[in-house]
């Protein structure tokens, strides 16, 4: 194996061994696989780009091309000029993917979903890794400098996990690094000629180590590199550990978990358009409840209850212990019906939140660990590295039943609670106030108002749902959604509640997720899907309570509905769990869709439609590399010749025979244009090749120093090895043969090397890339084919041949 190609298998080892500590970050782990694929062709790529040989700047366009080709295949290939060519669409769908990507990785907590956005995030980056490494390590000779993009690979890795990355992975980043420098070392010794250590001890050999030679000085290189290994694996173990994560500053602050601290403001919203776009509606809890009115129990987050005119967020609030019985919702009548539900609910092993999804509001809460209670936006929330990964807890919470006529007759809001909750930044248009007072326009109160907003959204105010396009929640985005009347449920939820502040209704914006869809076994399941954002507003005797103005989501609140008949799918009597009138399979999304919905058209086509819109899960790694490959092949087919011609003459340099270097300097010769002439001698050939090709006086002397090998070769009757001379005369020292092969091989490049700087250039370049030489190709097919037509035709009957005339 020559020096190069170890040198790029050392970086591709040392690129994905560092690549490794990204694994924990991201759930499932199926990217890894794939980023070995693209790394391995991108450094294959660059070998064979090293060995035509290319240009350093042309060996990285190559490497970059390539790389650029495969991302596009995987992620926007439906977008692309024949799969692979990106053109002003994949363009967009990149830029829209990377943002989704920056957006998930804010928000969610590790190990995050691999959604597309982080899967383009996670290639991209290890492209760009292992294309600096080989560039530095393989393309310069520079394999310490390389180092620094693997160090910044590792760090950010180590930066987005959880207390730091585990030690293995260090381990293994510094072992892939310590075997890129070694095999640098081993390359640097080489070149000083081949090394022999089976001297004698006790004796010194050109003052290298006796007994060893130059495997002293590797052996003890690699002996300080796992020094140095266990060094920095042994010191932070003994340093204060630095707490981080992809959530980092949305959990608890100050404070032992048991009363006290803080909790800082987190913005879920920028993470609902990438889960409702996931290709795989991954489940991400199971429940069961005695709810009568299950598609009605959201299972509530967070509140974002502030909006400075950039996006809606949490307060700052105190946290405290969670009680054993929580306090009474803020506005809650005791007039006002209720009814208490359980729900038991299992979390998926994957799924990492810091926020305790529930139904709100919760009255009781059973759950393991360390989880801390914020009282205003009534939310658990996970301490010091807590989530819901797993988790099995028991709800217990109300079910609020108020009536069209009390939340009409309900009175003002406290004034504190009035003024915090109907802020609106004084960058807000005036058409959003100017919109809502339109609207409601006739409404005499305030849950007149919040009806008819809620309507205008989801019916008559000509509004499109569709997850495409931006996921900003600021005021300007809010005025570009009025306008264009398109968007999903972060857009109808937040100018809904923002419009019904400009009314001096409170309200807030909580996100959560929709009821999900039963099984058949009578619980229920929800999906990444059903990530869903709805506004509350306020009403005194009831307190926060919820709209929903997004069409096909959700589930419209029957209190919003005054004219409904009873026999609606929130009446208790007809969605009590598990009863049925026939044996069926388990329910459709359409069967449990309310009426509203189905009006609109909307039942059991929103998930398809979203499914449709993102694809599939990308193409499978087999056809991702077939495609690849039938690529490399018709890319590479110009570079065939060039190719053979490059195989051909290190083939016959490498060869100690004077003819094949004669042959070799005839085809040189007639790749620069001096066709060859068989019926020359070979001295009269030599200067033919010296005339024609205007050689100078030192690169003459190589051409018949050629020719007088293949002389002595052809003509003597026994000839020297290397040199001897002609005839009767033999030399008095003869030459070994592979000597006499390295000066023939030198004089033939010489030669070959006066021929190129002799012509102009459009010349020299159809000689290094279409070698007339390369025609002896097909010149060998014919002669194969002739002989294959011949033992044909001979194993034929006689009488065959003659019908055939053959």
């Known amino acids: 194996m020559s020096s190069r190609a170890r040198l790029t298998l050392c970086a591709l080892a040392a690129t994905l061994l560092t690549a490794g500590s990204l694994l924990p970050l991201v759930h499932p782990a199926t990217w890894f696989p794939q980023a070995v694929v693209l790394v391995a062709i991108q450094a294959g790529v660059g070998m064979g780009a090293r060995r035509v040989p290319l240009a350093r700047s042309l060996t990285l366009v190559a490497q970059v091309l390539v790389s650029l080709l495969l991302l596009t295949l995987l992620f926007v290939g439906e977008h692309a000029l024949f799969g692979v060519l990106p053109g002003p669409a994949a363009v967009r769908d990149f830029a829209d993917l990377y943002e989704q990507g920056a957006t998930d990785i804010g928000h969610f907590a590790m190990p995050a979903p691999l959604t597309d956005g982080i899967r383009l995030m996670l290639l991209t980056g290890v492209l760009v890794i292992g294309l600096l490494v080989d560039v530095l390590a393989v393309t310069f000779r520079t394999a310490a400098a390389a180092g620094l993009p693997l160090l910044a690979l590792y760090s950010v890795a180590a930066g987005l996990s959880q207390g730091g990355a585990d030690w293995l992975w260090f381990l293994l980043a510094g072992a892939g690094y310590l075997l890129l420098l070694l095999a640098e070392g081993r390359d640097r010794l080489s070149q000083w000629g081949r090394v022999f250590g089976g001297a004698p001890k006790g004796r010194s050999n050109a003052g290298l180590t006796a007994g060893g030679g130059a495997v002293a000085p590797v052996r003890t290189g690699r002996r300080l590199g796992a020094l140095a290994l266990g060094v920095a694996l042994l010191v932070p173990a003994g340093l204060p550990a630095l ?125 393991k660990g360390k989880w801390r209670f914020e009282p205003v936006g009534r939310t658990l929330v996970g301490d010091r590295g ?117 009314l001096r209704i409170p309200a807030r914006v909580a996100v959560g997720f929709t009821a999900g869809s039963q099984r058949a076994d009578g619980s229920w399941s929800v999906g990444l899907r059903d990530a ?155 200067r033919r090749i010296v005339r024609l090709g205007g050689l100078d006086v030192v690169a003459a002397e190589s051409v018949h120093r050629v020719a007088g090998a293949v002389e002595r070769t052809l003509y003597a009757p026994a000839p020297a090895p290397g040199g001897g001379a002609p005839g009767g005369g033999t030399a008095t020292l003869a030459r070994p043969a592979t000597a006499a092969g390295a000066d023939l091989a ?15 250039g459009r010349t020299r370049l159809r000689a290094r890339l279409a070698p007339r030489s390369a025609v002896r190709v097909l010149w060998a097919a014919q002669v194969r084919w002739g002989a294959v037509r011949a ?16």
Not at 342 to 356: D, E, F, H, I, N
Not at 746 to 760: F, W
Request: net charge negative; glycine share 10%; proline share 9%.
């Open 791 to 806: 033992r044909l035709r001979a194993r034929l009957p006689e009488r065959v041949r003659s019908l055939t005339g053959r």
């Open 386 to 502: 807590q989530s819901t990964r797993g988790a099995q807890y028991t709800v217990r919470s109300l079910q609020l039943q108020p009536t069209a006529q009390q939340l009409a007759g309900a009175p003002r809001p406290p004034a504190e609670l009035l003024a915090e909750y109907t802020q609106v930044p004084e960058s807000l248009p005036e058409s959003v106030e100017r919109t809502a007072l339109e609207v409601t326009k006739g409404a005499r109160t305030d849950y007149e108002r919040a009806v008819r907003l809620q309507d205008w959204f989801a019916e008559n105010g000509g509004f499109t749902y569709t997850t495409r396009g931006s996921s900003g929640s600021g005021t300007a985005a809010i005025a570009r959604f009025l306008k264009d009347k398109q968007g999903f449920c972060v857009h109808f939820s937040f100018s809904m509640a923002a419009m019904a502040r400009t």
């Open 243 to 367: 707490e981080g994560g992809l959530l980092g500053g949305t959990g608890p602050g100050d404070g032992d978990g048991l009363g006290g601290g803080t909790i800082s403001a987190v913005n879920p919203l920028v993470s609902l358009q990438s889960s409702l776009n996931v290709p795989e509606d991954k489940e991400v809890l199971r429940y069961r409840t005695d709810s009568g009115r299950t598609t009605e129990q959201y299972l509530r987050i967070v509140a974002l209850d502030e909006f400075d005119g950039q996006s809606w967020k949490t307060s700052e609030r105190e946290i405290t212990a969670v009680p054993d019985r929580l306090p009474n919702p803020p506005g809650l009548s005791p007039s006002t019906p209720t009814r208490e539900v359980r729900t038991s609910v299992s979390a998926a092993g994957w799924y990492a939140q810091t926020y305790l999804p529930m139904p709100y509001p919760a009255t009781q809460v059973d759950v």
């Open 532 to 686: 869903h954002a709805w506004p509350e507003l306020y009403f005194e005797g009831v307190g926060w309570t919820r709209f929903e103005p997004t069409p096909s989501r959700g589930s419209t609140p029957a209190y919003t509905r005054p004219d409904l008949p009873s026999a609606q799918p929130s009446d208790p009597a007809a969605e009590v769990p598990g009863r049925t009138d026939a044996p069926a399979p388990a329910p459709s999304k359409a069967d449990q869709c309310p009426d509203q919905l189905r009006r609109l058209g909307e039942c059991g086509g929103a998930t398809a439609g979203v499914a449709a819109d993102r694809g599939e899960d990308g193409p499978s790694l087999l056809s991702v590399v077939l495609v690849v490959l039938a690529v490399l092949v018709v890319a590479g087919l110009p570079l065939l010749p060039m190719l053979w011609r490059s195989r051909v003459r290190a083939r016959r340099l490498a060869s100690a025979d004077p003819l094949e270097a004669w042959r070799e300097l005839g085809d040189a010769a007639w790749d620069v244009g001096i066709e060859p002439d068989e019926a020359l001698s070979p001295r009269g050939a030599a």
């Open 746 to 760: 030198a004089d033939v490049s010489a030669a070959a090397a006066a021929l190129l700087v002799g012509v102009g």
